[in-house]
């Protein structure tokens, strides 16, 4: 399974960006889908979050700002950040857990993160 997450970049606070992460490969199923964030010297943090019913979760600092959403005929999920502020600046990793071919083992992928910088 291989996941391609769109370039982040430099925005100014207040902006917004969306980001994408397409998964491809020998994939049956999609349980769970987020977006995780590490700023220089935190930890990995969860975002947001979106299971294969559609139920979202998110890290109360975004919460109203960020939307996480699906395409799962593309097997892609979104990040929009709106007002976005220089605390969200961060390396933003996308995550994926599914069901492969043939028989149904659980995986669990990350792509090569992209960076989100927020200029005051």
């Known amino acids: 399974v291989q996941l391609v997450e769109s370039k982040g970049g430099l925005v100014q606070a207040g902006g917004s960006l969306r980001l994408s992460c397409a998964a491809s490969?020998?994939?049956?199923?999609?349980?769970?889908m987020g977006w995780y964030r590490q700023a220089p010297g935190k930890q990995r943090e969860l975002v947001a979050s979106i299971i294969s019913g559609g139920s979202t979760n998110y890290t109360d600092s975004v919460k109203g700002r960020f939307t996480i959403s699906r395409d799962n005929a593309k097997n892609t999920v979104y990040l929009q950040m709106n007002s976005l502020k220089p605390e969200d600046t961060a390396v933003y990793y996308c995550n994926v857990v599914v069901r492969e071919y043939p028989y149904g083992s659980l995986g669990d992928y990350w792509g090569q993160g992209t960076q989100v910088t927020v200029s005051s």
């Open positions: 490969g020998s994939i049956r199923s999609i349980n769970h």
